[in-house]
């Protein structure tokens, strides 16, 4: 397993790379295919103090395919550190009991089942509000790598990144497609039509 670590915006210490290194390092009792973790520590300027040291971790492994991916800011570098250790821990144990727990299914009689989730009436409607109101504006943008996978794979990737989307390229279509998590508790699939 391969660190790397970067600083932003800061002076970075000896000090700070082995404490990162160090609360990191535990993940590899949980799952031993990591080939490399990347860590980004920054200082920005900030209004609010307790957000202003941010640490930022991806974990590259083999069997996973895309990224964990950790972000926990703080007033301090060494808590934000502890904080983002901690999430990636429980993400890494998640994939790791998933992943237990699938090749345990597998010899059972046990069959998965794929279904498209409609959105239902009224989706796409909009209600005509005072137009004077400030537009909304793009605040962040990222990129991520995307490999081919199916949609109950891609189902798994948004529960262990915790997100509320999740953009994928289906291997079933070839085409990139968009899993999201309803109110209800289901997931929602987005696919484009050419």
């Known amino acids: 397993m391969q660190f790397v670590i970067k600083g932003k915006n800061l002076q970075l210490t ?3 790379k082995d404490y990162a290194e160090k609360k ?6 949980y799952f031993d295919h990591i080939i490399e973790v990347d860590v980004t520590l920054s200082v920005k300027d900030s209004k609010d103090v307790s957000k202003s040291r941010v640490c930022e971790v991806t974990v590259w492994a083999k069997s996973i395919g895309t990224p964990i991916h950790g972000k926990k800011a703080s007033e301090d570098l ?13 993400q890494v ?3 790791k009991e998933k992943k237990t727990d699938r090749r345990r299914a597998k010899g ?13 009436e009224g989706f796409g409607e909009v209600e005509k509000e005072d137009t004077a ?24 990737q948004l529960e262990l990144f915790n997100q509320d989307f999740f953009v994928f390229s289906n291997a079933e279509t070839n085409k990139v497609n968009v899993i999201y998590r309803r109110n209800d508790g289901n997931f929602g699939l987005i696919e484009p039509e050419y």
């Open 24 to 29: 990191l390092a535990n993940i590899k009792k």
């Open 133 to 156: 109101e400030v537009k909304p504006k793009i605040v962040r943008s990222g990129t991520f790598p995307m490999r081919p996978m199916y949609s109950d794979e891609a189902a798994e």
């Open 93 to 95: 144990k998640k994939f």
């Open 78 to 90: 060494y808590a934000s550190i502890d904080m983002v250790a901690e999430k990636i821990e429980r």
């Open 14 to 16: 000896q000090a700070l």
């Open 108 to 120: 059972s009689d046990l069959q998965g089942t794929h279904s498209i989730i409609s959105f239902g």
